[in-house]
Nanobody, 127 residues
Framework: QVQLVESGGGLVQAGGSLRLSCAASGLTFSNYVMGWFRQAPGKEREFVAGISGRFWSTYYPESVKGRFTISRDNAKDTVYLQMNSLIPEDTAVYYC????????????????????WGKGTLVTVSS
């Protein structure tokens, strides 16, 4: 049974940083593209980062480029999201996702096809 478990969310002041982690189990981690999404109250789910399985190519939308960094440790079956210069608009539940076939960019355009999702971790950025 595949599980994706996010951690690291919390309350942070604007301008601060947080690092989210997502621990995967039940799959061959290096075979999967991993991604992070977020959903704020009353808004649609938004893609924020993706990373390929073996060559670690990454993709970010313009909304977070330069502030967020995705990375992975295939030895630990874990993907990370380093978030810097946080703003109140970054407040959301952040979800980890895994897919075997999509590219990092494809995760953003075909999220309905993603294989596995975590349950999310809440990030709150205060002004």
């Amino acid at each position: 049974q595949v599980q994706l478990v996010e951690s690291g969310g919390g309350l942070v002041q604007a301008g601060g940083s947080l690092r989210l982690s997502c621990a995967a189990s039940g799959l061959t981690f290096s075979n999967y593209v991993m991604g992070w999404f977020r959903q704020a109250p009353g808004k649609e789910r938004e893609f924020v980062a993706g990373i390929s399985g073996r060559f670690w190519s990454t993709y970010y939308p313009e909304s977070v480029k330069g502030r967020f960094t995705i990375s992975r440790d295939n030895a630990k079956d874990t993907v990370y999201l380093q978030m810097n210069s946080l703003i109140p608009e970054d407040t959301a539940v952040y979800y980890c996702a895994a897919d075997r076939l999509l590219s990092p960019q494809g995760m953003g355009t075909s999220s309905n096809a993603i294989d596995y999702w975590g349950k999310g971790t809440l990030v709150t950025v205060s002004s």
